[in-house]
Each structure stands twice: as structure tokens, then as C-alpha cells.
């Protein structure tokens, strides 16, 4: 299966998506992931992308396109895939609608994981990673309000709620629950 994983930051789509690769087979693609690894080698794009990810910030559309893409054309991917964090706004989606479709590919199901303000903040509290302080989570929030939001709109001929409050396994028992609910 193709899908993609949408919410706010702390709702869960790395700890789901990880599980959800398990079950269904499918590579994980986590563009965080990707940055983080990416900084820490300290590579070109990683550089490039700390500073935005330290803010809380998109990193431009540019990097992060052509990072995915690449990660989109390995063999592994060819079959499905998990989407974690990408698309993050209406302008990545229509990138991504354009490298499937030249792969002859579409996505199958994205995957809206929805969670309270209260919760997301104590889960990204107890986290602790560098940009889990107060003022960076409340701006990436705000940046998910304008630019992420918009999504639900965008796919909402393929979108599919889940509710992510509660303990890890009953939201991947919900996650795969609803997948198995929607038509072929
Ligand atoms: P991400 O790595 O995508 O970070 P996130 O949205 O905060 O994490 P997620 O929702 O996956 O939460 P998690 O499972 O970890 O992005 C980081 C940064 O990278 C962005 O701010 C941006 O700068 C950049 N970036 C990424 N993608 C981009 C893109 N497409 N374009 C531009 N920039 C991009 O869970 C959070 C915590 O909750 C964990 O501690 C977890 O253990 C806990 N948790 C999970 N499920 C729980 C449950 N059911 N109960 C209790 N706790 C739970």
C-alpha cells in the first residue's frame, strides 16, 4: 500500500508509521528521519536543513522534494510505502502527485491522526528531542495550522481518521482497522 501519515507534531505518525511498516511490509519514510540523519553526519543537506528544523520551521520545498524523491525511486519503495511527515503542505503534495503519476503510481490512503493540544504537548514535553523546547513546539504547531491543515481539504477524497489518544497499540490496532475499512 501507498500512504501517507498527516498530524500535528507529538501525534504519533514516527511511532505509528514504524509499526504500520511492520504489519503491512512497507519501507518507513520519515523526512525527520531523514533530516536528523542527514544532521548528524553533518552532510550538505543536513547543514542546509538544520537551521529550519532547530526553528521549528519547514526546510524549503526545494530540499526536501528532491530528498524524497530520491528516496522514492529505491527499489524498496517500488511496491508501497509509508509516508511519514511528507507531504507538509499543498505545494509538496502537488509534487508528489507529479512523481507518482511518472512512476505510474498513486497513493492509496492517507492516514489523519488526530490528538488535542493538552496531549501533544505533554508527549513532545516527556520527549525531550532539541527541538521539543516550548517556543520551537509551539511555532512548529503554528506552522502546522497554516500550512499542514490545508491537506485534510486537499485529500479529502482519500483521507482516513484516526483517533490517537491512547496507548501506542490500540492506536496501530485503530490505524489498521480503518485501513482495512476502506475500498479497494
Ligand atoms: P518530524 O520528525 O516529522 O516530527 P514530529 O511531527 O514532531 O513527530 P511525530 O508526529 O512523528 O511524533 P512521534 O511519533 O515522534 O519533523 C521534525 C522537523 O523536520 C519539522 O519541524 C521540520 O523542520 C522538518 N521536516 C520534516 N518533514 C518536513 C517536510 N516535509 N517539509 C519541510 N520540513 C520538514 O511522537 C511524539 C512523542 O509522543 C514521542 O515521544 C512518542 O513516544 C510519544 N507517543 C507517540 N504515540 C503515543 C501514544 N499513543 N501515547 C503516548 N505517547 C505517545
Redesign the pocket.
Known amino acids: 500500500m501507498r500512504i501517507v501519515l498527516v ?11 514504524a509499526r504500520l511498516s511492520e504489519r503491512l511490509d512497507a519501507p518507513h519514510i ?4 531523514l ?2 540523519e542527514n544532521m548528524k553526519n553533518e552532510t550538505e543537506l543536513g547543514k542546509e ?1 538544520q537551521r ?2 532547530d526553528a ?4 524549503p ?1 526545494e530540499v ?1 522534494v528532491a530528498m ?1 524523491k530520491d528516496r522514492l525511486s529505491q527499489p524498496d519503495a517500488a511496491e508501497g510505502f509509508l509516508l ?6 499543498t505545494s ?1 503534495a502537488d509534487e508528489l502527485n507529479t512523481v507518482l503519476s511518472q512512476l505510474d503510481q498513486r497513493l492509496d490512503a492517507v492516514l489523519l ?1 488526530e490528538v488535542n493540544d493538552e496531549e501533544l504537548i505533554s ?2 514535553a ?2 525531550g528531542r532539541s ?1 521539543d523546547t516550548e517556543d520551537v513546539i509551539r511555532n ?1 504547531q503554528e ?1 502546522y495550522r497554516r500550512e499542514t491543515a490545508p491537506l485534510v481539504d486537499y485529500y479529502r477524497d482519500l483521507i482516513v481518521t484516526v483517533d ?5 497499540d ?2 496501530t490496532d485503530r490505524a489498521m482497522d480503518a485501513l482495512a475499512d476502506e475500498p479497494e
Do not use: I
Open positions: 498530524g500535528p507534531p507529538g501525534a504519533g505518525k514516527g511511532t505509528q508509521a520519515s523526512t525527520g528521519d533530516f536528523r536543513a529550519y528544523v521549528g520551521d519547514l526546510v520545498d526536501t524524497v511519514d511527515g511528507f507531504p507538509r503542505n509538496q491522526f508527549r513532545l516527556s520527549r527541538d512548529r506552522v490517537a489518544l491512547g496507548s501506542v490500540e492506536v
